[in-house]
């Protein structure tokens, strides 16, 4: 869909601005809002009201703020309570981060909220008589705010925007009524758009079910539907074709150890040995040459344990353990930090030890007990006794060609699926900052929703 230009514009004054049309006029926000930051912190105090806080992260995972969330309990006094509770046509941005990237992240109100109050590291845009707060809260969306914000956020190790930066940061506004047509139009076709990107993420969920539940049969059943099958006496394996194996990892492999763990970074140079990390294992198996470190060649040698060669296999021992890479020719002789090392197999491929320990069969020896929770900390220990289904070689090669092509057809979808939902944001965010700006034309579009 394209939509017309208004016919007449004129220069608004502000360079990273350009044309506005006729009849919008350029102000700061403080002229059209009143702009606040919270105190309100996340303690609770025993001379102050109880009250529900929406804090940070309300803010920056959601576009709007509605009752039934899930907020956080705590208290304020009676003057906080007076100026910080949510109110219809407020809408709350966050103030401080990390990155530059996350600063003025924008949720609006569409309702009252009694008992809810801005938290602390948020600012809340209350709009004066005349100003709608749904179109001020896609202001806030725009390309051009967040660049204008970025270049404003200030600091080093955290950033964070000024009151004077937030009070005079100017944006164009239509009149009153024009307002609320361009927001109940970005409202009406950005749900549009979110429907589309909700339905490709169910897509992307859908394939990786697909893909694990592929693999997982594929290295517990085996790929020849009529073969005999036996029991393996495991309860969670089930039946398995009877001329395979059940094997112990250590039975497999002849080595399993663990990389360089104590005070690696002493050893650490900017030109020397690579040492693989948790962070350059990947989750398709691929090694990621990103954010590798180096190491001297005496720290090398003095932790000979945890050399790497070709067809050895490491391991993630903490955050997503279990998540394997295949060492390839060029890592051959390498090191590794804080990984499980799983030597390439005495017999059989080590690409079909890749697949089973991605598989729910080796997930499921990862998750602990009673609690039920992935296990945050995989050991040598947990690693040697892992019980593996051992087909014969000839069975493992079918296997792991079978999976390199299901898998990439089934990643092939996924990318493509991905590759949709970054061309529907960019619309999204193409779509606001136009129509925000006077760039589009979108009277004609008008659907009359309720805006404050």
């Known amino acids: 869909m394209s939509f017309p230009r208004y016919p007449h514009y004129k220069e608004s004054g502000v360079e990273w601005l350009g044309e506005v049309p006729e009849g919008w006029e350029v102000l700061p ?8 930051p919270s105190n309100v912190d996340k303690k609770s105090y025993d001379d102050e009201v109880n009250i529900n806080l929406c804090n940070y992260t309300d803010v920056y995972y959601n576009e709007i703020i509605v009752a039934g969330m899930d907020f956080m309990a705590a208290t304020a006094t009676a003057d906080q309570i007076a ?4 109110r219809a046509g407020d809408t709350i941005i966050t103030k401080d981060s990390e990155s530059a990237d996350d600063i003025a992240i924008a949720a609006y109100v569409p309702e009252d909220m009694p008992g809810i109050v801005c938290g602390y590291h948020l600012s809340m845009i209350r709009p004066t008589p005349g100003f709608c707060g749904a179109f001020i809260k896609r202001l806030f969306d725009s390309r051009y705010a967040k660049a204008r914000f970025q270049v404003l956020a200030n600091g080093l190790t955290r950033m964070g925007l000024g ?4 009070d005079n940061i100017k944006f164009a506004f239509p009149p009153a009524n024009e307002q609320q047509t361009i927001a109940a139009f970005l409202d009406r076709e950005t749900a549009k758009i979110d429907a589309l990107v909700a339905e490709q993420e169910n897509l992307i969920a859908l394939l990786k079910e697909k893909r694990q539940a592929v693999i997982s049969h594929a290295v517990t059943k085996g790929l020849d539907p009529t073969v005999p099958m036996k029991d393996s006496g495991i309860e969670w394996l089930g039946e398995m074709p009877a001329h395979w194996e059940v094997k112990r990892l250590k039975q497999v492999s002849p080595q399993i150890t663990v990389g360089i763990v104590i005070e690696p970074s ?19 198996g691929e090694i990621l040459e990103d954010n590798l ?3 001297s060649e005496e720290g090398h040698d003095l932790n000979s344990k945890s050399k790497l060669s070709t067809g050895d296999l490491v391991a993630v021992r903490s955050g997503q353990p279990g998540t394997t890479s295949v060492v390839s020719e060029k890592f051959d002789g390498c090191n590794c930090i804080d990984l499980i090392i799983i030597r390439k197999p005495n017999i059989g491929s080590e690409f079909f030890l890749y697949w089973f320990l991605g598989s729910d069969a080796a997930l499921i020896q990862f998750v602990m007990g009673s609690g039920g929770a992935i296990q945050q900390h995989f050991n040598v220990g947990a690693a040697v006794n892992l019980v593996v289904p051992w087909p014969n070689e000839s069975d493992q090669n079918e296997i792991v060609a079978f999976l390199d092509t299901e898998t990439a057809k089934v990643d092939t979808l996924t990318a493509e699926a991905q590759r949709a939902i970054d061309l529907l944001k960019e ?20 659907a009359e929703l309720p805006h404050h």
């Not at 619309?427 to 979108?442: E, N, P, Y």
């Open 83 to 86: 100026k910080f509770t949510l």
């Open 29 to 36: 926000l403080k002229k059209t809002c009143h702009v606040f």
């Open 293 to 295: 470190v180096f190491i």
């Open 266 to 284: 002493k050893y650490y140079v900017d030109e020397g040995i690579p040492a693989l990390r948790s962070l350059n294992v990947g989750k398709k």
């Open 427 to 446: 619309r999204r965010s193409a779509l606001i900052s136009a129509a925000v700006t006077g760039k589009i034309d979108v009277r004609g579009y008008d």
């Open 163 to 166: 009151q004077y930066a937030l």
